[in-house]
């Protein structure tokens, strides 16, 4: 990803989508949580821009809090990105190719999507795997 933001000279932002779960708690432990969930995300984000512009690259960093798919849509289409660039993980046996924020992403954004692999792809069970024959 570093080579390929160089040789566009392309801008990076990193965008962290957070989600606080609170459950039944005061609205004052809310505020706290939210901004627990603020403060490692700018501290995460802002050692990996420094990292990244170390190499030359340019970077911003954005968090915000909500439902991860529609805020990167949205981020990406209300700032005018060019590209959207994730990491996808695929867990599960419905999303084996994709994650399920990756695939939301995918199917409804407006802007184009590149999708990295962070792990080693695992072949989908098959109840029926026995049965079929092997040429």
Same mark, same amino acid.
């Given at each position: 990803?570093?080579?390929? $933001?160089?040789?566009?000279?392309?801008?990076?932002?990193?965008?962290?989508?957070?989600?606080?779960?609170?459950?039944?708690?005061?609205?004052? %432990?809310?505020?706290?949580?939210?901004?627990?969930?603020?403060?490692?995300?700018?501290?995460?984000?802002?050692?990996?821009?420094?990292?990244?512009?170390?190499?030359?690259?340019?970077?911003?960093?954005?968090?915000?809090?909500?439902?991860? %798919?529609?805020?990167?849509?949205?981020? $990406?289409?209300?700032?005018?990105?060019?590209?959207?660039?994730?990491?996808?993980?695929?867990?599960?046996?419905? %999303?084996?190719?994709?994650?399920?924020?990756?695939?939301?992403?995918?199917?409804?954004?407006?802007?184009?999507?590149?999708?990295?692999?962070?792990?080693?792809?695992?072949?989908?069970?098959?109840?029926?795997?026995?049965?079929?024959?092997?040429?």
């Amino acid at each position: 990803m570093v080579d390929l $933001a160089k040789t566009h000279d392309a801008e990076v932002t990193l965008l962290n989508v957070y989600y606080t779960e609170v459950g039944e708690a005061t609205p004052g %432990a809310i505020r706290e949580a939210i901004a627990q969930e603020m403060k490692q995300c700018e501290v995460y984000l802002g050692q990996t821009a420094k990292d990244l512009e170390a190499q030359g690259v340019k970077v911003n960093i954005a968090c915000v809090e909500g439902a991860p %798919a529609r805020e990167i849509i949205g981020y $990406a289409v209300t700032h005018g990105m060019d590209l959207i660039a994730m990491a996808t993980h695929g867990k599960g046996e419905v %999303a084996w190719v994709l994650g399920s924020v990756a695939e939301k992403v995918v199917s409804h954004s407006p802007v184009p999507v590149l999708l990295v692999r962070v792990l080693e792809p695992k072949l989908p069970v098959w109840k029926e795997w026995k049965e079929v024959p092997i040429p």
